[in-house]
């Protein structure tokens, strides 16, 4: 017995009258054993319990029916929920172990198969359709829920009562790894993000730094043009002024000079015009005493004249010439 009951009892009644009624149970499992089973479970090709107006029963259920009939071995039905290849094999043994097993061969056994992603088809009761699954849902079914394939599912203590009294070591998934990894790579991301935030701060740090050196050379470089060019415009504005006072000393050094050389032409003009004067002053005077000494010889020089032309007149007589007047 199990549970302290005929293992057939924990199939409701009118179930167990259905699927002593059908054919699939009369025709394949009126003579199976522990060996034959199995070949008709790699045959089946859905789960699930009853369906339809009439809740005709699934061969899935026949053979779970047969197995709590013939009690196989514990070994046998560890060999079916180990098995790869039939992933109906596997949950034919799963449901079986569930409605037979001890809490801690429950959860020793099946929460492996939470890995086991494979896709399987599952029977609607109400629309008499398969519907998609996997075989993760369907083990998580088992051990969460109370009814699986129109069966209810006896009573499991708690995991976390075992794992308190120490019965069960704590289980880790594959997810908590997945979510280790995830953290450890968002930590790992987070420290890169901040290395790489440190490194563009810094960068930027130097950026800035070399910008305000930039701007500070830049402005050194303004102030010292600008000093520069205060310096040289000074410079050139000392220049002008002092270009300017030159020309301004020149210009009035030539003022000077045009000052004194006209000067100097009228001293040398007034020199000229007495010395002009004196010369015609003397000039004059030399003339008016000839003129005096002229007047004085007349008399003299009348005489010679005549003489002159009385010789000149007898010459031209000679000649045959008149004479002059």
């Known amino acids: 017995s199990i549970h302290g009951t005929n293992p057939q009892n924990l199939i409701e009644k009118i179930i167990r009258s259905r699927i002593y009624a059908s054919s699939y149970w009369k025709e394949h499992c009126f003579a199976l054993t522990a060996e034959t089973l199995v070949d008709k479970a790699m045959e089946l090709k859905y789960i699930g319990g009853t369906y339809g ?27 079916f929920i180990r098995n790869d290849d039939y992933r109906y094999v596997r949950c034919l043994g799963a449901i079986y172990l569930r409605l037979t097993g001890t809490a801690v061969d429950i959860y020793k056994f099946l929460e492996p198969l939470y890995n086991d992603f494979r896709k ?27 009814r699986a394939c129109d069966t209810i599912l ?41 290395h790489r935030s440190r490194s563009k701060s810094r960068s ?3 950026e800035r730094s070399s910008s305000k ?39 009035s050094r030539s003022k000077d000079r045009d000052r004194r050389d006209r000067k100097d032409s009228g001293r040398s003009s007034r020199r000229e015009n007495d010395d002009k004067r004196d010369r015609r002053e003397k000039v004059y005077g030399k003339k008016r005493k000839r003129g005096d000494d002229g007047k004085e010889g007349e008399g003299e020089g009348g005489g010679l004249r005549d003489m002159n032309v009385k010789s000149m007149n007898e010459l031209r007589a000679n000649l045959g010439l008149p004479p002059l007047q």
């Open 53 to 79: 107006g009439n809740k005709k029963p699934t061969p899935f259920i026949c053979l779970l029916l047969k197995m709590l009939q013939i009690q196989p071995e514990k070994d046998i039905v560890l060999e």
């Open 120 to 146: 399987i088809k599952v029977l609607d009761p109400n629309l008499g359709k398969a519907l998609t699954s996997h075989v993760d849902e369907y083990i998580d079914k088992l051990l969460t829920e109370e």
């Open 154 to 194: 006896p009573r499991v203590v708690s995991r976390q009562v075992l794992e308190d009294s120490g019965v069960l070591e704590r289980r880790v998934s594959g997810l908590e790894e997945e979510l280790k990894s995830d953290d450890e790579f968002e930590e790992n991301s987070k420290e890169d993000n901040k």
């Open 204 to 206: 930027r740090s130097k």
């Open 213 to 251: 050196r930039h701007r500070s050379r830049s402005r050194d470089k303004d102030s010292h043009r600008h000093k520069r060019r205060s310096r040289s415009s000074r410079s050139r504005s000392r220049d002008r002024k002092r270009k300017s006072s030159r020309q301004k000393s020149s210009r």
